[in-house]
């Protein structure tokens, strides 16, 4: 029997990039698609109906965990057995699609990470990002138990059990490490593999200095409280 | 019976008659307008009651009453916003679901309007 997979784009004011990014997804048939429009308020929406693209378009903008939290809401919905979270901005590359699926469905995890330093890859990144990648790594060994080396990484894979529960409970922003944690914390298997990353097509990181100092402090607060008390 | 004395009681007053002003013009829900009309009502009461405080104060030790209501107001106060915050996250996930959901009937009515003009 095959399963069933979605690939979930969040997407908020994405026109420069959503287009390249879809097609490239249009050529997997094995594999549904959903572009989740995040109230854009650039042409987005326009380009996502001219094109006949597969998406839901929120009235208001929730933010990445609203948005993605439709996605899996979506996959719910629809019966999907594996979901996979896949950036508009062109950094995914579509290339390791099935490379995600096939190790995922080897290893029998509930969520598997795509990883751009578990072997040397193209990627560079900001040196605030990086402080801020091993600073979670950290956190992560302590507070959850398990070695992920790509905690902020978007691109990730879960099963059907994961897909349900995010469905009901997701962070509203900065969700990446947190649910990291939450999952390991209720027992389910986190694994991370290989992936490539590209630089972004178009608009720019979301994090600033400052929004990753918050990040942190976040993550670090809502991840000590609710895991031990 | 001194001026301050009079000012409070007279704005204790006013703030009883705005809260059921507000309340009889279903400014104010049900829960929220009962909630302020306790509060008004021992504010009243708490004015009239001035004297008494002062003595009451004294007796556990406060030289200085408006030091004592000062405190409490404060308790009240921040209990109030912790509790605002309570309902604004509640609002908010609320508002989150909402989105979501209409976002999924826009979509299945556009894939039932694509599917009657194709018939």
């Known amino acids: 029997m095959t399963s069933k997979i979605l690939i979930i784009v969040p997407a908020y004011n994405e026109e ?7 097609q490239q997804l249009e050529q997997f048939d094995e594999y549904d698609y959903v572009v989740i429009n995040d109230g854009s308020t650039d042409r987005t ?55 995600l699926v096939a190790e995922m469905k080897k290893r029998d995890v509930d969520m598997l990470i795509g990883s751009r ?20 790594n950290y956190l992560l060994r302590l507070i959850a138990r398990v070695n992920i080396t ?28 947190e649910v990291i944690v939450k999952l390991a914390r209720k027992g389910f298997k986190v694994e991370e593999t290989k992936v490539e990353m590209n630089a ?30 | 019976m001194n001026t301050v004395y009079l000012i409070v009681i007279a704005s204790s007053l006013f703030f009883l008659f705005v809260v059921i ?36 104060a004294r007796a556990i030790g406060i030289s200085y009453l408006p030091s004592l209501i000062f405190l409490l107001a404060f308790l009240v106060v921040l209990s109030l916003l912790i509790y605002h915050t309570h309902l604004l996250s509640k609002q908010e996930h609320r508002i989150k679901t909402l989105v979501q959901d209409v976002a999924f009937l826009q979509r299945e009515i556009q894939e039932v309007r694509k599917e009657d003009s194709r018939s």
């Open chain 1, 16 to 22: 420069q990039a959503i287009v390249g990014t879809v």
């Open chain 1, 45 to 99: 929406k326009e380009i996502l109906e001219a094109h006949n693209f597969s998406h839901v378009t929120l009235p208001l903008n929730l933010g990445i965990g609203g948005a993605v939290q439709t996605g899996f809401r979506y996959a719910e919905r629809f019966g999907y057995d594996y979901a996979i979270q896949l950036d508009a901005d062109g950094q995914h590359d579509p290339e390791d699609l099935h490379h």
């Open chain 1, 117 to 136: 330093f578990l072997e040397k890859s193209n990627y560079k990144g900001s040196w605030t990002r990086r402080v801020g990648i091993l600073y979670f």
């Open chain 1, 150 to 177: 790509d905690p902020t990484s978007g691109y990730r894979i879960v099963n059907r059990r994961v897909i349900e529960w995010f469905a009901k409970d997701y962070p509203v922003d900065y969700p990446e490490v």
């Open chain 1, 200 to 229: 972004r097509q178009g608009g720019a990181s979301s994090i600033t200095p400052g929004k990753s100092v918050y990040y942190m402090a976040k993550v670090t607060f809502f991840s000590l409280i609710r895991s031990y008390i």
């Open chain 2, 21 to 56: 002003g507000m309340t009889a013009k279903n400014k104010l829900t049900d829960q929220y307008a009962f909630m302020w009309l306790t509060f008004s009502i021992i504010g009243v009461v708490l004015a009239f009651a001035l004297p008494y405080l002062n003595d009451f």
